[in-house]
């Protein structure tokens, strides 16, 4: 059924259109921010695609769970009985530290750090596009995420949410070009500014100067500066500092502490003042604490 | 036919769902492209069906799925894919080395704009693992083709 005479515009209009949007919609998006939340309906609109591409991995994961042998099993419980045991006598630890802590701030007049609320989140894809680093998780609006929310896994923070659709939402990890994150040495307060590189194990501390206090394997934490990330989580050590007397700054790159590459559970945070029902605060976990022992 | 689109269609998002299945990071930067070559296929089978217009939508899809900013593989994609129904009449007479060839050219030309984009936008660097899915991409290519070939013709889709 081809036409001899074909009907609208031109092939090479067509193309030529086509270019000239595709050039507009890159500029608007890049530089306009009010269009966030046009992509946000764009996303909910592309989520079923989503969840199906994610179906073949929920799939060899049931299966796995449930051929998986009793013997790994018993294993496997006798190993989370034991870690939690060790959690809580570390967090029954925590609950004194902390009462004596806001104690103290309290004597000095100092505000007393605020109680962040947590929720669990679930992986769902990875983007394969090698140009940045971007990650999709199961909680959306409805669950009410917000733009900008940091993220963490158990070991320290992931990165931040730059996306929010009706029920997932688009991560930006630390790792990315485009991210960079305020960030503290815990041993002496010396505050920089850990940015990105494009791969998944590495970041880069900007503008250190040759003289900085600064060691191999020094522990940095958030700076809580610049209201995205909270204060005092883990971000990475520091892995190589080459100082260079030739170049203005010296060259320091760190290693995440959250193991990017093989990220599965997600916790987001909330301040305590906006945070959902479902969200669980550490002080919840105290009195589940108390419970129990009481039980 | 009213059915007969259909089955294009299906074939486009089953390509959108291979194009964001996940996969470990070892496999994962050999991906090929499919949806470039699925559209390559029907531009070239059926130029009055699947043209630019198409491949600018599908590249917006992508665009979203990614989190690129928009409008980058829309236009990557619509490029190639204007070369093919341009010359629709040329690539079908071709054997299927050198079919493969072309579509070796156009993957590269892809990566190549998607990384100029990229670039432009955001300051990526350059790493050569981004021509790597080309690789598979050729070797996939007779494969598919014959694929598409034989469900084109047992559902005469025209």
Known sequence: MNEVFPRGPSLLTRFILILVFSIIAMIVDTKVDSVKTLRTY????VSPLQYIADMPGEVLNWSASRFTSRQNMLEENELLTSQITLLNGELQRLAALQQENNNLRNLLDAPVRVDMHKMIAELMSIDNNPYSHQIVI????LNDVYLGQAILDDNGIVGQ????GTTNSRVLLISDVTHAIPIRISRNNVRLVASGTGTLNELKLQHVPHSAEIREGDLLIS?????????????????KIVSDESQPFAEVSVKPAARLDRLKYLLLLWPEDIAPEEAVASSDLYQQLESQDAR | MPGNNTFIYICIIVGLILQIIPMPPQIDIYRPDWLLMILCYWSMALPNRVSVGVAAICGLTLDILYGTALGVHCFALTIPIFIVSANYQRLRNQSMLQQAFTIMVLSLLYHLIVYWLQYW????EFRWRFFWPTAVTIVLWPWLFWLLRKFRRKFRVS
């Open chain 1, 42 to 45: 764009l996303t909910s609109f």
């Open chain 1, 138 to 141: 199961n909680k959306g609006t």
């Open chain 1, 161 to 164: 949410v730059v996306e929010v």
């Open chain 1, 223 to 239: 700076s809580g500066l610049g209201n995205v990330f909270p204060e005092g989580y883990p971000v990475g050590i520091i892995d």
């Open chain 2, 121 to 124: 936008l955001i300051n990526t």
